[in-house]
């Protein structure tokens, strides 16, 4: 999908009408799930929600949420939770169905844009005016708008990546959080000569999209924010000289990454890095809902490294939410569901049942207040820019050249320019559909 006339809101958008309670008008939640179950709609009558977000904690604040909306009245809902990955790939299956999900959680920015030009979202347009939503900030009004001009989505939290570990770790081992790359480099170098594998990746077992959030981070820290969107929707090639400065800078790291990286699944290289076998992994704070709460409060992150200073500083901040079936059957009933999502309260049960480490997109909603989440908001609003994450900024549909690409990449990293070649070709043929 060419993303020419779509155009994710700025920080500096974005900050301009969130208010008191700065970026948290901007993004959202999860990305992971597991459970299973079939996409077509309730032969109750109830409004059908399919839902990505099955890690323990998550699949539990779903619940809590479907449980308090259902005991206002009115409108039922029907949860339904699909294996994260299983969601991923059957997404497009599932909007195109003769008998789609009424509602399913989703990503806004360039991805809806992408279904919504194909006819298969409802617009929602009408439950922006009233109610909550009515208070949400322009970025974010802007962020669930289509490039036709229709609201199609409601976001209901925001989260943010970084560089995680374990305090504890870092006391035992006498390392101290990097700011430059250089330091970055040498604390690897540290880890390394204690026998510690530096750096977890998780890019196996069907999370090889895990691989981007070091693709973006480089090149936002190198060739900027602007670039980077404009790179994702056409406008540059991945044979581009600035392309390749990112992939040597990512060699100089790659020695410090852990061996399997590429075949252990994100939630396997986090529970390696919470049993100490590595010492810290570039992820989003949804890794969270699989970790035992007991280790939270021992869990903490610092911002990727600065590599040119002149760069403005953009982060990842991705949003969540959910977009409607542009065929359901119950569009009063799923417009009902949608405002309750946007609402502070609801917000505030899904923050609470789960992990609580992402952020409310409703100004008016709490979120946990814990030294990590007051450190994760700091380093969204102190952002010149913010992103989304790879397939959110470009679509879905490139996600995999992405996958393809940068594994063989981590695999074989002198063999980078057929690589680029081969990856520029892969995503000309998705931008040309």
């Known amino acids: ?44 009558g109830s409004v059908s929600l399919q839902s990505n977000l099955s890690s323990p904690q998550a699949k539990t604040a779903m619940q809590d949420l479907v449980a308090a909306y259902d005991k206002r009245g009115g409108t039922k809902a029907s949860l339904n939770t699909v294996a994260s990955e299983t969601f991923r790939t059957q997404l497009p299956t599932y909007l195109t169905s003769a008998n789609p999900p009424d509602l399913l959680t989703w990503y806004p920015g360039s991805v809806a844009d992408g279904y919504a030009r194909k006819n298969l979202l409802l617009d929602v347009s009408d439950i922006w005016q009233t109610g909550e939503l009515a208070g949400y900030s322009d970025a974010l009004k802007k962020l669930c708008t289509d490039s036709a001009g229709a609201k199609v989505f409601v976001p209901a939290s925001y989260y943010w990546w970084g560089l995680f570990y374990k305090k504890s770790n870092f006391a035992k081992w006498g390392v101290q959080e990097p700011k430059t790359w250089d330091e970055f480099i040498a604390l690897c170098e540290k880890l390394k000569s204690k026998g510690v594998t530096p750096i977890g990746l998780g890019a196996g077992g069907g999370t ?24 994702l929707a056409g406008k540059h090639s991945f044979t581009d000289p600035q392309v390749h400065k990112v992939f040597d800078k990512w060699a100089e790291v790659l020695p410090y990454f852990d061996p399997n990286g590429t075949a252990l699944a994100f939630q396997d290289a986090t529970t390696a890095m919470l049993n100490n076998r590595t010492g810290m992994m570039l992820i989003g704070t949804f890794f969270a809902d699989a970790a035992p709460k007991d280790q939270l409060d021992d869990i903490d992150f610092f911002q990727f490294p600065i590599i040119d200073p002149s760069v403005p500083v953009a982060e990842e901040g991705p949003t969540d939410g959910y977009f409607a079936s542009a065929r359901t059957r119950h569009k009063a009933q799923v417009k009902d569901l949608m405002s309750y999502l946007a609402t502070a309260e609801a917000q505030e049960i899904y923050l609470k049942g789960s992990s609580g480490t992402s952020l409310p997109t409703n100004p008016k909603a709490k979120d946990s207040g814990t030294p990590l989440v007051k450190k994760g908001r700091a380093l969204i609003e102190s952002a010149a820019d913010v992103t989304q994450f790879f397939n959110r900024d470009s679509s879905d549909a490139l996600q995999p050249t992405a996958d393809n690409a940068l594994t063989k990449f981590i695999a074989k990293p002198k063999e980078v320019t057929s690589i680029l070649t081969a990856w520029q070709r892969d995503a000309q043929k998705i931008w040309s559909q």
Request: proline letters at 3%; a positive charge; glycine letters at 8%.
């Open 1 to 44: 999908m060419n993303t020419e006339n779509f155009t994710p809101p700025s920080r500096r958008h974005f900050l301009a009408g969130a208010g008191a309670v700065g970026a948290a008008a901007l993004m959202s939640g999860c990305v992971t799930s597991s459970s299973t179950g079939s996409s077509s709609q309730s032969s109750s």
């Open 208 to 231: 090889a999209w895990v691989a981007s959030a070091w693709f973006d981070y480089l090149n936002i820290r190198i060739n900027g924010a602007r670039y980077h969107r404009e790179l």
